[in-house]
């Protein structure tokens, strides 16, 4: 009973966990394309933006207390020599403890701890049995203190301390910042609330809550090996929760009909033992949600940073308002061809099905490419396109010629959507360095440019998705295996809770079309009323649009809706042009909108529910697996913390912005307008 009543409080605990986050927060994605970019400009700096990596040093304005700070907060009595606690006998010690009888040994500990850190004095453990503790002061040999207690259990289960001799009659002349009774046990049961609510708090804050609650600066070793007892403590030991593993995800198999679990596991000699290898889930809510995004699946892998090693591989989908959903995960030894086959053809067979067309964005690592690269691929023409994440790609390509300024180009030509503006870059590109053009041009330029794209990625250009919910799982990944899986079933039911009634609030008023593209469309409609237009045939919808700001010049058609910017296909709804074409011929500009980004489509996709689950005792026992041990090739040998950020490299190095020059005297600080070479009207002139 007490065993599931465990289990209970840790699947709670990661329930409660996603009910403190910020929703607004969590949910967003950074979705990077250039739809309202200027057609001859990229912001880099922009587009190449990065999580900000949280510093773990400890604040230099926390106030560390002396020993002997709030020595006057005490009941004591000072004499000529020495600061005597006022703990005489066992009256006063239970008065300053709150109460005679704890419920156990350990709730037993805690109270003492707290009391000897309070009064600034040391004890030492002389006995320690299930049913005996008996302490006395750590310099009862150098002073000859006599302060001792001895406490026992009762009949009754409660612990009660039955010899007390006291007070102290030491003084500490060593004066110290820490404490040696504040060890980790004490701090993780004094940061396990923290904990519950955020796993990935860091040492730093955990260390001034402690320093704020009880007045002494632990190591930081010691606050990390308190945190990680207590991860354990409200998640559950590592080792049981893999063996808990196959019960929980069967149990959302059972309540959730339609989610789909596939393992890979190594038998052992006992038919009742497996080793866990690979485990892949998707929930059924965000197998028929995605029916109704668009046909683009962005991947990607991150580690797991517990007592196992392993990596996380996620598969994520994006709404019609731009919002991330998540797809499938996988739990997997390592990234490899091996391990990047086996998910993808997961994700086909249990997210994907029948469905053609559905572009796969990745990096470039070498499992990857070889597994969507095999023949009979399903991520291949004419099933499936496959693209290449800009960022790495041009990562990948600074790695190799290390020019900064190469790099901005490379990527303003792959972020370019009209041909001639990327076939400029180019040229210039090949101007500075000619095998640096040459090694562009050697990959197929519809896997990393927009240009050629040919309307596959819907303006998605890097993996940035899956890498935002990457971030947001920090936290899970620092879990048992169990708890992680746990955060991403309360994880997407919150998602679908929140934006369920969005879509239906949408629908209450009217709207037609999600916030996201109506709020791109009145942005365009205001800069197509400065177009002039001239109509070659009004009944095809043929027109040459002049554009006010460049003068450049783009032919629409409507008929067979195109424009020669290249938005139109590429983020399948009108670009400015189309959109005054249609005014010029009063129609409706909705019509040539994506149906993707329709109100009825977005509420299609969060319109499904997860069923909770009930108490444990309720769950079916899994038939296939009796007991899960862990992979103990991934046990981490190396003493200490993981690396829990990974090194940077050149995506995370911004470059700086493009220096913008005057149009008239080419010089930076100014425009046109407050150029001072700039001819001065004078009245001759009217």
């Not at 990234?335 to 469905?355: C, G, Q, T």
Request: glycine letters at 6%; proline letters at 4%.
């Amino acid at each position: 009973m007490l065993y599931h009543f465990e289990r209970m409080n840790q699947v709670n605990a990661v329930s409660h966990m996603i009910q403190n986050e910020d929703f607004n927060t969590i949910s967003q994605i950074a979705v990077v394309n250039n739809a309202d970019v200027d057609e001859t400009e990229t912001d880099v700096d922009d587009l190449l933006e990065e999580d900000e990596i949280e510093d773990e040093t400890l604040d230099d304005n926390i106030q560390v207390p002396s020993t002997y700070t709030n020595l006057e907060e005490i009941n004591v009595n000072a004499d000529d020599n020495w600061m005597v606690s006022g703990s005489e006998n066992k009256t006063d010690l239970t008065r300053e403890l709150g109460k005679d009888s704890f419920s156990d040994k350990e709730e037993l500990i805690r109270a003492i701890k707290l009391y000897c850190i309070k009064a600034h004095k040391h004890f030492m453990v002389v006995e320690s049995r299930p049913g005996t503790w008996c302490i006395r002061c750590t310099l009862h040999s150098q002073s000859g203190c006599k302060w001792k207690l001895r406490a026992s259990k009762q009949a009754n289960g409660t612990f009660q301390i039955v010899k007390y001799t006291g007070p102290h009659t030491c003084l500490h002349y060593k004066i110290t910042q820490d404490h040696p009774n504040l060890d980790a046990s004490l701090i993780a049961q004094e940061i396990q609330h923290l904990i519950k609510e955020q796993p990935s708090i860091s040492i730093s804050a955990l260390r001034a809550e402690i320093i704020d609650k009880l007045g002494y600066t632990p190591s930081y070793k010691k606050v990390w090996v308190g945190k990680q007892k207590a991860i354990e403590e409200v998640f559950g030991n590592w080792e049981e929760s893999y063996n808990l593993l196959p019960k929980v995800l069967y149990a959302l198999q059972r309540f959730n009909p339609g989610t789909m679990v596939e393992w890979c596991i190594s038998r052992q000699t006992d038919l009742n033992q497996v080793e866990f290898r690979r485990v892949f889930w998707a929930f059924a809510p965000s197998i028929q949600g995605f029916k109704h995004c668009r046909p683009v699946i962005s991947i990607d892998g991150t580690h797991l940073y517990g007592k196992y090693k392993g990596k996380m591989m996620i598969a994520m989908g994006v709404d019609g308002n731009n919002q991330i959903l998540p797809l499938a995960f996988a739990i997997v030894e390592t990234e490899s061809y091996a391990s990047w086959n086996w998910f993808l053809a997961h994700v086909k067979k249990h997210v994907v099905k029948d469905r053609e067309g559905i572009c796969l964005i990745s990096d470039r690592h070498a499992g990857i490419l070889k597994a969507v690269n095999e023949q009979g691929s399903p991520w291949l023409e004419p099933h499936g396109f496959h693209r290449y994440c800009l960022r790495h790609f041009i990562n990948n390509f600074n790695d190799k010629f290390r020019n900064s300024q190469l790099k901005t180009l490379a990527y303003r030509a792959g972020s370019q959507n009209q041909i001639r503006m990327f076939n400029s870059i180019m040229e210039e590109i090949g101007k500075i360095n000619r095998q640096a053009r040459q090694w562009l041009e050697s990959h197929a330029l519809d896997k990393w440019t927009l240009a050629h794209d040919g309307g596959k990625r819907y303006g998605l250009l890097t993996t940035n998705l899956s890498e935002i919910f990457n971030s947001v799982l920090k936290g899970a990944r620092f879990l048992p295996i169990t708890a992680c899986v746990q955060l991403t079933f309360y994880r997407l039911v919150n998602y679908f809770d929140v934006r369920r009634p969005m879509g239906s609030s949408a629908q209450a008023n009217g709207d037609v079309y999600t916030p996201h593209v109506a709020a791109k469309q009145a942005a365009l409609m205001s800069k197509a009323s400065a177009h002039s237009l001239r109509s070659f045939n009004r009944q095809k919808g043929i027109f040459e649009v002049i554009t006010q700001k460049g003068k450049n010049v783009q032919i629409v058609n409507l008929e067979h809706k195109t424009c020669t910017c290249g938005k139109w296909e590429i983020f399948k709804y009108p670009c400015s042009h189309v959109l005054s074409a249609c005014a010029n011929l009063s129609l409706n500009t909705w019509q040539y909108v994506h149906k993707c980004y329709s109100i009825v489509d977005y509420c299609a996709t969060w319109s499904y529910e997860f069923s909770p689950l009930p108490h444990e005792a309720y769950w079916p026992q899994p038939s296939s697996i009796r007991e899960l041990l862990p992979n103990s090739d991934l046990k981490r040998d190396k003493r200490g913390r993981p690396r829990s950020t990974r090194l940077q490299n050149g995506i995370d190095i911004k470059e700086k912005k493009r220096t913008v020059l005057c149009g008239i005297c080419r010089r930076p600080g100014h425009n046109r307008a407050r150029c001072p070479a700039k001819p001065r009207r004078t009245n001759n002139d009217h």
